[in-house]
């Protein structure tokens, strides 16, 4: 009978200890997809936002480049040049609806409501960036006259409001991968480190060594 007993107790305590092991390696395993899910989040929503940032800072440039060839007030551009804008700008929004997507699902994974406040923000500085640039490109398949002085100067306005959402996509990126450190604690820096200045174009920034850091 004891030895029975004994049989049957362990057999009990094994089966408590496999239970108690599946579920740490269901945990581990669900840690793990949550690393990884977050990781991709942040990812595709960093290599988008900054692909249609450093795009749309392109067309803005062709834009500005293409009405000074012709000063005059009413001028035209190129309906050569005017297809491959239009063609360019489509495909921007195209990537504007990705970045709609992963920002959706960035904010969906860190759960947090101030990241989504963020990460909305910075979407739709992006979205009214190039709502803009197409706003001006439709200006020139119209029939009517344009007024080139006037969307010049507005083309100007927003370069230069680009270095400023250049450094609000920064920051955000920042906060951003400061999250990973809740899932990679290998990754924090228990301080802000920063490397300034440059060494290779000191001889076109001499007196501003230290204008840029990152």
Request: hydrophobic share 35%; net charge positive.
């Amino acid at each position: 009978m004891k030895y029975k007993n004994f049989e049957l107790n362990y057999k009990l305590s094994m089966d408590k200890y496999k239970e108690e092991i599946e579920k740490e390696n269901q945990n581990y395993l669900r840690k793990i997809n949550e690393k990884n899910e977050l990781l991709n989040s942040l990812e595709n929503f960093t290599r988008m936002s900054y692909s249609i940032f450093m795009n749309s800072n392109a067309m803005l440039y062709r834009l500005k480049v293409n009405l000074k060839k012709d000063t005059s007030k009413n001028s035209n551009i190129k309906e050569e040049t005017l297809n491959e804008l239009i063609k360019d700008h489509y495909i921007l929004k195209e990537e504007l609806h990705v970045l709609k997507k992963d920002s959706t699902i960035l904010s969906s994974t860190l759960g947090d409501v101030n990241y989504a406040i963020i990460i909305s923000k910075t979407y739709n500085e992006l979205y009214f960036l190039n709502d803009f640039i197409e706003l001006q490109i439709l200006q020139y398949t119209k029939k009517t006259k344009v007024n080139t002085h006037k969307i010049l100067g507005d083309v100007d306005k927003a370069i230069n409001t680009l270095d400023e959402l250049r450094r609000s996509l920064d920051q955000l990126h920042l906060y951003l991968f400061k999250e990973l450190n809740k899932f990679y604690p290998s990754m924090n820096i228990k301080r802000d480190t920063f490397v300034m200045g440059t060494d290779l174009f000191k001889w076109y920034y001499p007196n501003h060594p230290f204008k840029f850091r990152s």
